[in-house]
């Protein structure tokens, strides 16, 4: 079993509208949890780095929240763009070492105008 | 200040053959990080290099390699290609080491090696 989850697996949404992505994971303890967004054909983009201490993080028109008793991380969009559309994924690191990141299999967004 | 660059970007071999991945990180940072994506397993860490030191590693056989210059360009090696290896090779740098610390990673565009 995947120890990072992310749902939904895909999403369309209007232009404009808000959306939230989901991750839950099982990975612990852990050093960091990142989010990424991934055009079609490019590398990752980092969006969010957070801490486990950490319950919030903003970037933009992008806020991760974290909630370590519930294993969940979610991803919010306000106000989604065009350029939106894109992969979004999950990765955990665990605390003991980098050798076993753990990556979501993502989310793919599409925002239709 | 120019992006973290990767050749060739696209590359097709044939089974059993070797290639060798090429990346050029951001000026000023020392860390690379290689990682393996495909459709059906998502993104893997390889491996991760830090003033020409492998620093961390992940769970792929020995036929994956991986080497550090002095002035952070990486190579990345895999020998005796099988089928399965096709995929999008990322690498990405970081100032810091990357992966198990706080420090963003800025990836490349990544090459896609086809297996045939």
């Known amino acids: 079993k995947n120890q990072v989850e992310q749902s939904p697996q895909s999403l369309i949404i209007l232009e404009g509208k808000n959306c939230t992505l989901q991750c839950n994971y099982t990975v612990s303890p852990f050093s960091n949890l990142r989010w990424y967004k991934q055009d079609t054909g490019r590398g990752p983009v980092s969006l969010t780095i957070m801490t486990f201490s950490e319950n919030t993080k903003s970037n933009g028109r992008y806020t991760a929240t974290l909630d370590a008793d519930t294993k969940q991380s979610s991803l919010h969009i306000t106000a989604s763009q065009l350029s939106d559309s894109a992969s979004y994924i999950c990765v955990v690191i665990p605390l003991t070492g980098a050798n076993n990141l753990f990556f979501g299999t993502g989310t793919r967004l599409t925002v239709i105008p | 200040k120019a992006g973290v660059t990767q050749t060739p970007r696209y590359l097709i071999k044939t089974r059993g053959q070797q290639v060798t991945l090429s990346c050029s990180p951001i000026?000023?940072?020392?860390?690379v990080s290689w990682y393996q994506q495909t459709p059906g397993q998502g993104l893997q860490f390889l491996f991760e290099?830090?003033?020409?030191?492998?620093?961390n590693k992940g769970n792929f056989p020995g036929r994956f390699s991986g080497r550090q210059f002095s002035n952070s360009r990486s190579e990345m090696n895999v020998s005796t290609l099988e089928l399965g290896d096709s995929a999008l090779y990322l690498c990405a740098s970081s100032k810091g080491q990357g992966v198990g610390s706080y420090n963003e990673q800025f990836f490349g565009p990544g090459t896609r090696l086809t297996v045939l």
């Open positions: 000026s000023g940072h020392r860390s």
């Open positions: 290099y830090f003033s020409e030191t492998q620093r």
